[in-house]
């Protein structure tokens, strides 16, 4: 595989910086966050609500949207920086493994209470964009399908009428037909660098399962939950973690969104906001390393580029 140069970076952030101009500002990419620095996790030390503004202040550049996982500690937090900053919230609840044979686990029922009882307070300010229930929770066993249908129909009885589209994050090859008819909107993740494709194919990729799963729910919303490129750590297969790559993915991608005929209809979800480096445990290194910004905030190449659209 032929390295991907510097001169053809730079090529493909004044390319980025074109297609992203011609794109309205609602294309600017949601970005996916949980706000742990080096030292913190989920569970342990967490960040300051300082911290959670210092990193919202950053994103407020480059996108008018943010998703969270799960209805922890700092989700409060961020719901009301997200109101000062004038940023959208997706909100979510992050589901726990259990049987179907055992009633809801505490944790999961309390999850989704806090989650009812947030968007009840919230849904008339405006701020949330949506209400995720579970994430990839299929693709990783943890529930049945019949089981997140419970969490999901739950969610929609108990939050009708707030206006808060309700949907799950589940792996593109998960979606069923009974999923799709229980929730709002469809939110779907597709990681070309796990799947190990080289980077000439990555964005293709995404713009590809967006369009099976648009025409299999033609009367849903379909919204890319999940994308990106790592930009350091081990090869998966032909897939390359670099900054390059990265830079390339992203500008690949936004050019194939600017040529698609519904390019209005196509949101992206970017994976992530910030590296995180205490999922090195779970995922080895490649999965400390997707954010936007590097773990001391620092921003990658693309943000510079991605920053001029925003400006």
Not at 26 to 49: F, L, M, T
Not at 195 to 221: C, H, M, S, Y
Not at 229 to 242: D, E, F, R
Request: glycine content about 6%; overall charge negative.
């Amino acid at each position: 595989m032929k390295s991907f140069s510097f001169s053809r970076c730079i090529a493909v952030l004044i390319s980025l910086v074109f297609v992203l101009s011609e794109l309205s500002l609602a294309k600017v990419p949601v970005v996916n966050y949980s706000p742990y620095r080096d030292g913190q996790r989920p569970g342990g030390p967490g960040p300051s609500e300082d911290q959670i503004e210092e990193d919202l202040l950053l994103l407020k550049n480059i996108t008018t949207e943010l998703r969270v996982y799960g209805m922890g500690r700092n989700t409060e937090v961020i719901a009301k920086l997200c109101q000062k900053l004038g940023l959208r919230l997706h909100v979510s609840a992050w589901l726990v493994p259990e049987d179907d044979d055992e009633p809801w686990s505490w944790q999961n029922y309390q999850e989704m209470r806090n989650l009812i009882t947030f968007v009840k307070s919230y849904a008339s300010s405006g701020v949330l964009a949506s209400a995720i229930i579970g994430s990839e929770v299929l693709y990783r066993g943890d529930l049945s399908e019949d089981r997140l249908l419970q969490f999901i129909n739950y969610a929609k009885q108990q939050l009708a009428g707030t206006g808060v589209p309700v949907s799950s994050a589940i792996i593109y090859f998960n979606w069923t037909e009974a999923l799709a008819a229980a929730v709002d909107q469809i939110t779907f993740h597709v990681h070309p660098m796990w799947e190990g494709r080289p980077i000439e194919q990555a964005a293709k990729r995404v713009l590809d399962t967006w369009t099976g799963l648009r025409n299999r729910f033609p009367d849903k919303a379909v919204l890319i939950g999940e994308t990106g490129w790592a930009s350091q750590g081990s090869a998966i297969k032909l897939s390359i973690p670099s900054e390059e790559n990265q830079s390339r993915f992203t500008a690949d991608l936004f050019q194939l969104i600017y040529d698609h005929p519904e390019k209005d209809e196509i949101k992206v979800f970017f994976f992530s906001a910030f590296d995180e480096l205490w999922k090195a445990g779970d995922e080895g290194d490649v999965g400390a390393h997707w954010g936007l910004f590097r773990s001391d905030r620092s921003p990658k190449p693309v943000v510079d580029v991605i920053e001029n659209l925003a400006s």
